[in-house]
């Protein structure tokens, strides 16, 4: 099980597993932001708290939902589906899963300024 948070700690979530990789996207959003990006099935995610703190945000095809704190501005983690429509969740494993050494996973480059 993994754990995160939002930096102000007003958002919790545990994740299923641990991630072995990390996404680095080059879209527009995700660049600025410096995300590194671990996407597991929706079912495998638990927000644990703050549902009331989170504020969303969408861009561009509004496929994924972006959620982020709205005391502290951090964005950890976002809702979308798969092509296939299978419910995802994609968390922001730089800023936020507790424990988890990042330089430690590898990076797959995702181009999503093509998408």
């Known amino acids: 099980m993994t754990k995160g948070s939002c930096h102000c700690g007003a958002v919790t979530f545990e994740v299923e597993g641990a991630p072995d990789k990390a996404m680095e ?3 527009s959003h995700c660049q600025r932001k410096g995300f590194l990006l671990w996407f597991v099935p929706r079912a495998q995610f638990h927000l644990t708290s703050g549902s ?4 969303e ?3 561009y095809k509004h496929k994924i939902r972006h959620q ?3 005391t502290c501005g951090v964005q950890a983690f976002a809702y ?3 092509p296939d429509g299978s419910e995802i969740a994609a968390i922001n494993v730089r800023a936020c899963p507790d424990d988890v050494d990042i330089a430690a996973l590898p990076r797959v480059a995702v181009d999503g300024k093509s998408f």
């Open 25 to 27: 996207c080059n879209c």
């Open 52 to 55: 009331d703190a989170l504020q």
């Open 57 to 59: 945000y969408q861009f």
């Open 68 to 70: 982020f704190c709205k």
């Open 80 to 82: 979308g589906n798969m």
